[in-house]
């Protein structure tokens, strides 16, 4: 099994789940909090580059939900610098395993890539199960 380097916003229900399905699966997950890194556009571009700018963000972050912030219009230049001034933006998590990282958690491609405890078809582990409320991170927040 492997080491996971694990980007995640403290206290997200979802980010918990994804962590256990991955250590119950035999890995190691290093947590780090998404929202305190010290984020650089190099460093951000490591993760983000492979991705469509629109997949670089968190579909439920207040901002996006809004439409103050429209992931489908943004440069990726314009993207860089609202996730480096609101990390909340940054679709999570974000996963580093050696020199290879990814984002977002589709439990099948996470099962591929370094293995994974089998899961319920159809769980929805990505989106935030209280999306539904005005402003679903707003208890955990961190600027």
């Not at 229900?13 to 780090?32: E, F, P, S, W, Y």
């Not at 469509?52 to 912030?69: I, L, M, Q, T, Y």
């Not at 958690?105 to 199960?129: K, R």
């Amino acid at each position: 099994m492997v080491d996971v380097v694990f980007y995640e916003k403290s206290g997200c229900g979802n980010n918990t789940r994804q962590k256990n399905l991955l250590a119950d699966a035999g890995h190691t997950v290093i947590a780090k909090n998404l929202l305190t890194e010290a984020w650089t556009i190099e460093k951000l571009l490591a993760f983000l580059s492979p991705y469509p700018v629109p997949d670089w963000f968190n579909r439920a972050a207040p901002r996006v939900k809004s439409g103050e912030v429209n992931p489908e219009t943004v440069s990726a230049e314009e993207a860089l610098q609202l996730i480096l001034a609101e990390p909340l933006l940054l679709r999570r998590p974000l996963m580093q395993v050696g020199e290879e990282r990814r984002i977002g958690f589709d439990p099948e491609t996470v099962a591929q890539w370094i293995g994974l405890t089998p899961v319920e078809t159809g769980t929805d582990l990505e989106s935030c199960p209280r999306q539904h409320t005005h402003n679903p991170c707003a208890d955990t927040e961190v600027r």
